[in-house]
């Protein structure tokens, strides 16, 4: 898909620069009803594994480390009696929502883009005085701004070795607040020139703590930029164009807004939408699952079956992979080789196949040599090439008498072409929220998901996020 064929670009807008033009759509774009709809369940789902999140050893970590704040400003935390200062709670929210891997994809951009914004947003938000619709609008704006800047920005930004969550995050993160915070068109160009110099994040990091907390940082910082402007720090109107932030992050490739690059017509989260993960673990991962999984139930064949396996990815399909033998669970997050081993060893993928038990057993680790992983030769431009490509897993058995077979998959799981339905999202829903912590029943977990599903009705966003607390931390 090229850039210049996704929709038109309001003419007025097109002789803005970026920074004001990004400032522009924050402060006035209006919100439709059916943007709100798609919006809902993707904050749903967010929300859930942010819960899920606190739990892991990394998020603890980070926790013990953040002092309390018992004075105005105070943000409740998800999982303790503690309150925090917002760039804090920003900071914890945003490590928690990423740490399982779980949160959703937008293949126009190549990242997440849920994570960091909802979770600043978490963070900034007065929850008694932000209805429902509020939080959804401001989370809809946001997402948008993060996307197409990644979609300007093109393929080139994730191969230079950037986590395009944590740079594009901080920018959609601080749009996000500005909205939510009511700032004015001139202090948000400020917060968005600001977020631009905040912006920071590397791919190297998968496989390790600090890419969960590259989406903290991308919203906690993203909130600091909006504060900021609203306290009268001023930046560049020309922070994003010329040497700015699209040529820096783009490798020189870009220096302008692309023309034809339109926001919110449509929203990305309306049109083509969010892909929401159905396994936890890196969403490349995701197409050699559903392949792996397939030959396996269509053919019975396990691991024990199998001499050797070859994955066949488009180009640039490998870049996040960067643990062929991973040595934890979070390595194996990123491992090709670990996704097809476990998924013939077991006939599943979820959130116990990312244990460091499971990842170290020897009959894993053993086989990791005997996958092959490969790319196409054919360059990817776009974020969108990658996501639309073909994946194919051809597994070889080991008896001599069996033939090779293949499954090729296309749709990206998650995705408007292979969603998941409503009896998975509720299933997602009450595990990840029995994994926080919380022993509430299961009829309890399935209202709350209910109740959250008119989350734009809501006059406040305070009682249930409370309630969702409540049920997360019962004993």
């Known amino acids: 898909m090229s850039v210049t064929s996704l929709t038109r670009t309001n003419p007025v807008q097109a002789e803005l620069p970026t920074t004001e033009r990004l400032a522009s759509f924050v402060v006035s774009t209006a919100v439709d009803g059916a943007v709100l709809k798609q919006a809902t369940p993707i904050v749903l789902d967010t929300l859930a594994v942010t819960l899920a999140g606190g739990a892991e050893p990394g998020v603890r970590a980070l926790m013990g480390t953040l002092e309390s704040h018992t004075g105005p400003g105070g943000v409740a935390s998800f999982w303790s009696g503690n309150r925090h200062r917002a760039d804090d709670a920003a900071l914890l929210i945003g490590m928690a929502s990423h740490v399982l891997d779980y949160d959703d994809v937008s293949m126009l951009a190549v990242c997440h883009p849920s994570a960091p914004v909802l979770s600043a947003l978490l963070a900034t938000a007065s929850r008694e005085r932000t209805s429902g619709r509020a939080l959804l609008e401001a989370f809809a704006v946001g997402t948008e701004v993060l996307i197409r800047l990644g979609q300007a920005m093109g393929f080139r930004h994730y191969t230079l070795g950037f986590h395009a969550t944590a740079t594009l995050g901080t920018i959609g993160a601080a749009a996000a607040c500005a909205r939510i915070m009511g700032l004015d068109r001139r202090q948000t160009a400020h917060a968005l020139a600001i977020a631009a110099s905040l912006a920071s994040g590397l791919r190297t990091n998968f496989g390790s703590m600090v890419k969960s907390l590259h989406v903290g940082i991308a919203a906690s910082n993203g909130q600091k930029a909006a504060r900021l402007a609203a306290a009268g720090i001023e930046g560049t109107s020309e922070a994003f164009d010329g040497e700015g932030f699209l040529n820096a992050f783009s490798g020189g490739e870009i220096d302008v807004w692309p023309d034809g690059l339109a926001l919110g017509a449509p929203f990305a989260v309306a049109e083509p939408g969010f892909e929401q993960k159905r396994y936890p673990c890196c969403y490349l991962l995701h197409k050699i699952i559903e392949a792996t999984l397939a030959l396996r139930r269509e053919t019975g064949m396990t691991l024990a079956d199998v001499k050797s396996a070859l994955v066949q990815m488009p180009n640039g399909g490998t870049k996040p992979l960067i ?29 116990k196949s990312f244990t460091d038990e499971a990842v170290l057993r020897p009959e894993a680790q053993t086989r990791l040599a005997d996958v092959t992983v490969v790319e196409d ?81 809501a006059r406040s966003i305070d009682g249930w996020l409370g309630r969702l607390t409540e049920a997360v931390s019962a004993d």
């Open 323 to 351: 643990h062929p033998r991973p040595t934890s669970g979070l390595n194996a997050l990123f491992s090709a080789p670990y996704a097809v081993v476990a998924g013939l060893a077991d006939g599943r993928i979820d959130l």
């Open 377 to 457: 030769d054919t360059p990817s431009k776009h974020g969108a090439d990658v996501g639309a490509a073909p994946v194919t897993v051809t597994l070889t058995p080991a008896s001599a008498s069996g033939s090779s077979v293949s499954r090729t998959i296309t749709a990206l799981p998650g995705s408007r072409q292979d969603p998941l339905t409503d009896s998975q999202l509720r299933a997602k829903w009450n595990d990840c929220l029995q994994r926080a912590g919380g022993r509430a029943p299961a009829e309890t977990l399935q209202r709350l998901f209910d109740e959250g599903k008119a989350l734009a009705d």
